[in-house]
């Protein structure tokens, strides 16, 4: 049988420990060279939804071997690029029935090519995200690290919390974003889930100050954390590149970055309203950081690099880009977890295979 | 609704030349920048399945705007490379349950970016090769082209055969294949399809001495057709490059490929037992002929440049290499027909998408 799974099976079935268990797993398999990762593609052109609006058919593959499955992950988008205030926002719109987003995980055995196993991608998206940096903090934080400052309240910044609770024993996290009212709601759901206080204050400085790890988890495309800010012994952690002020990344003892992959391959059609995101391009020109010199968070898993040389260091882990290998390892637990549940629709396997020679 | 078809749909549901209708229109977009295309690519790791086969993740993309469909195809592969003769052949292997192959096309709306179907590639695969085939055909044979000389009788002779039927008046045809019996049954069945005789031959010189148009339509990776036996007037034409002696390509007053597009992206993880297709790298670059050099089907049809000045010249096409976006362009007939014949099963289109922001 193939399985197609809701959000809501993902959600039950993916534990967080889990899915860093994995992804550990899988990056050391990265970095023996025996786990393989296809770098993303973004195909982008006009669309009838609307004159400033973006069709985009995006995909990414990864196949882990030793967890026995491939996957590519899909997203079929419709994006505008209003503007907010003075920053254009990109905006993802819901533009398929009943107000929904469009985004795949297919999962296939390595074993015998079947299909395993289709799931959307949005409750995965975020867990490997904050499973991601979560590694980071493992192998780059203080053993000893107690409190998390987190810029951020969003949809990013819970799975952060939670991967960073997972892997460390914190027992404080103050949090700040620019709404009160978001990120008062955020603590206090934040404060039950964890059983943990999570206390949320008005200013930035007063989230970060003396805390042991900075978790920016935010969707800003300009810093958010500076360089004056950054004390000895810190561990900064972001979830894309420009959340960090590049001084604050260059004045770090120890910086890693999630993957030295490339940028996306981007094909745009003619009389698409595209929109380069000039921002994180010209924080790249500007600041000179090549991430190539950096090592990547599966040689730190590996062991081929140290995160940390001592408590005192600043570390800094940057989450530059994401890899459809993430959503093959944690979609192997999912599946896995699925078949013991008897979670989901099961569909005849037949369905998805054929007799004809492709 | 989201519709899931099987090959014997497509088979039904999308007839030659609505398929060369919809690619024609499709490489026009595409010649003009509206509609793009994303590079295969291919990653290849060990599988379980037995120490000397492949496991093979492959996908391509594509999007038509101007049909309003965009198209992921995917292959998850299990792979041999046995030796038959002195020839080592790269042989896929149904090992998916019940002896099945494992290849799928994904349908995207550009309007909204829903799922709108999903099917497998096999009867399109050849179909679309057929179609480009037979587009070469249509824009470079001469337009009173009546005989066709096969070489092959597998499993793309088909549908050279039908696209060619479907944009010229051909009366007769002969084929000629190594097995002799294969052959025989081929040309039996393929009169009583195409209502015209078409005869076994036992030489190739005898199936290709005199005719208007020479298809080569088979598996093989080393020169089937020479420059000795081309005519004046002949069009040739080759669904992969080795098939035509360089020789014989060189002779031809016109020749078009099907794509510019680079090789596919090839990711191979340490441990997999690949054979690069060494006779195919080889056969480029003793050759020096460079592809980027001679016009693309888009190109043709568009009609930037023309196939063929008179009807003495020799003018050869080759289908170099396959592209999502054909995928893509007949795809979108194939949901339009089975959606008016209520064809295949009906899946809620709320399976395939979320609430949740990818």
């Given at each position: 049988m193939t399985l197609i799974l809701s959000n809501d099976d993902v959600e039950k079935l993916l534990t967080m420990p889990d899915c860093i268990a994995a992804l550990e797993e899988a990056y050391v398999e990265m970095a023996e060279g025996r786990g393989i990762s296809r770098q993303r593609s973004d195909c982008i052109t006009p669309t009838t939804y609307s004159d400033d609006a973006i069709y985009g058919l995006k995909s990414m593959d990864g196949v882990v071997p030793k967890l026995g499955v491939g996957a590519i992950r899909i997203n079929s988008d419709i994006v505008t690029n209003p503007l907010v205030g003075n920053t254009r926002r990109r905006v993802k719109i819901?533009?398929?029935?009943?107000d929904r987003y469009v985004g795949l995980v297919l999962l296939f055995s390595t074993h015998n090519g079947e299909p395993l196993a289709i799931f959307p991608d949005g409750v995965l998206q975020r867990m490997r995200v904050g499973a991601t940096n979560g590694l980071g903090v493992k192998y780059?934080?203080?053993?000893?690290a107690q409190t998390i400052g987190l810029l951020g309240s969003g949809w990013q910044a819970e799975t952060q919390l939670t991967a960073a609770c997972a892997v460390r024993d914190i027992r404080h996290i103050r949090c700040h974003s620019p709404t009160r009212a978001n990120c008062e709601a955020f603590a206090a759901r934040m404060s039950e889930q964890l059983g943990i206080p999570v206390e949320a204050v008005a200013q930035p400085e007063d989230a970060v100050k003396g805390v042991d790890i900075v978790m920016c988890g935010s969707n800003s495309l300009d810093p958010i954390f500076f360089q004056r800010w950054v004390e000895p012994g810190m561990h900064l952690s972001s979830i894309?590149?420009?959340?960090?002020?590049p001084a604050a990344i260059k004045a770090a003892h120890k910086v890693a970055v999630h993957t030295h992959d490339t940028s996306p391959i981007l094909v745009v059609a003619k009389g698409a309203n595209f929109r380069e995101n000039t921002k994180e391009a010209g924080w790249n020109a500007a600041n000179a950081?090549?991430?190539?010199?950096f090592p990547a968070l599966p040689q730190l898993i590996a062991g081929y690099v140290s995160g940390r040389d001592d408590d005192a260091q600043v570390t800094c882990f940057l989450n530059n880009l994401g890899l459809g290998y993430q959503f093959a390892a944690a979609g192997s637990v999912i599946y896995k977890r699925a078949v013991e549940a008897g979670a989901g629709h099961s569909l005849p396997t037949d369905w998805f295979t054929e007799t004809v020679h492709p």
């Open positions: 819901p533009a398929a029935p009943n780059m934080a203080r053993a000893n894309k590149k420009p959340e960090i002020e950081l090549d991430f190539k010199t």
